[in-house]
């Protein structure tokens, strides 16, 4: 979900209602995969990491003529996800590092010339898709592992939801217009106030930890899901697109959904592990 930190109206540029439609229906299979076999979690995360590991390589490929070893990027990102569960940070590891020397032998065959361009952007698609995403798969491991996810998640929806309100009232003053124009420091405020208030109310209910470990997690995941949103505007804009894909309306392509989601797993699996005991 990407964290929409400051929004004026007239620039809001998406079909809202088809953007809100279908961040439901993403929502709904999300949860169905949660509360019926917490590890089903695992196939939609891995689903969706084929897909938007797809875009990425695609929109490199139209943007900046940039080749990714895509089967390597596909293959290893796939066993990173699907090692996370019986091997949890050591099948992570090493699916991640034979996947890097792979593509590092898969560009060989095609001579010098650009090499060390395509596998820097291999091994990049390799460590911001399906290496992010394997910490999403980490956190419902655990026996509260739903509450985790779902603790991660609502801090991304919520700083994405007051951002938003906060960006649309009062947003004036431009976060980063050279790379984000719509994002204003009001709304990383109404961001920051939702993250943090979701944060403790998540920690306290779903995890039954100390609610104020709530506020700082909150506060870094907004941080950090801004972060996020402004990387891949970077990478957008390095390469010429407006999107990474078109899969869905009002949104763009599934990673134009991710680009927030990818780097928070990492730092809520971090902080929950480090700090919030397994229930």
């Known amino acids: 979900m990407t964290a929409a930190a400051g929004r004026p109206p007239s620039r809001l540029g998406r079909d809202l209602r088809a953007a809100i439609l279908v961040g439901v229906a ?14 089903l979690f695992i ?12 875009e990425v390589v695609g929109a490199l490929r139209r943007g900046g003529g940039i080749q990714v070893a895509l089967i390597p990027a596909l293959v290893g990102g796939q066993a990173m996800l699907w090692l996370s569960w019986p091997f949890g940070v050591t099948g992570v590891l090493s699916a991640a590092a034979v996947t890097m020397l792979v593509c590092l032998l898969w560009r060989m065959r ?13 091994l990049f698609t390799v460590a911001y898709v399906p290496f992010f995403a394997a910490f999403a798969c980490m956190l419902v491991l655990p026996s509260d592992g739903a509450g985790r996810v779902l603790t991660w998640m609502l801090c991304v929806i919520a700083s994405d939801v007051g951002g938003f309100a906060a960006g649309v009232v009062a ?17 990383f405020a109404g961001s920051m106030v939702g993250g943090m208030v979701v944060g403790a109310l998540c920690v306290d209910l779903l995890l039954e930890g100390h609610w104020w470990l709530g506020v700082p997690l909150g506060a870094v995941l907004v941080a950090m899901a ?5 990387i891949e505007s970077l990478i957008k804009r390095d390469v010429g697109i407006k999107d990474m894909g078109s ?16 780097p928070t797993a990492v730092v809520a699996w971090l902080i929950l592990t480090l700090f919030v005991p397994t229930a």
């Open 226 to 230: 801004t972060a996020g949103d402004l």
């Open 43 to 54: 196939a939609v995360v891995a689903a969706s990491v084929l897909v938007a590991t797809w």
């Open 247 to 262: 899969l869905l309306p009002g949104h763009g392509g599934l990673m134009d959904r991710m680009d927030s989601l990818l």
């Open 171 to 187: 947003g004036r003053h431009p976060m980063a217009p050279t790379i984000s124009p719509k994002k204003s420091w009001e709304g």
């Open 26 to 39: 993403l929502g709904a299979v999300i949860l169905a995969s949660l509360f019926v076999v917490r590890q």
């Open 110 to 122: 095609q001579g010098p010339d650009g090499y060390l361009r395509d596998v820097s952007a291999s």
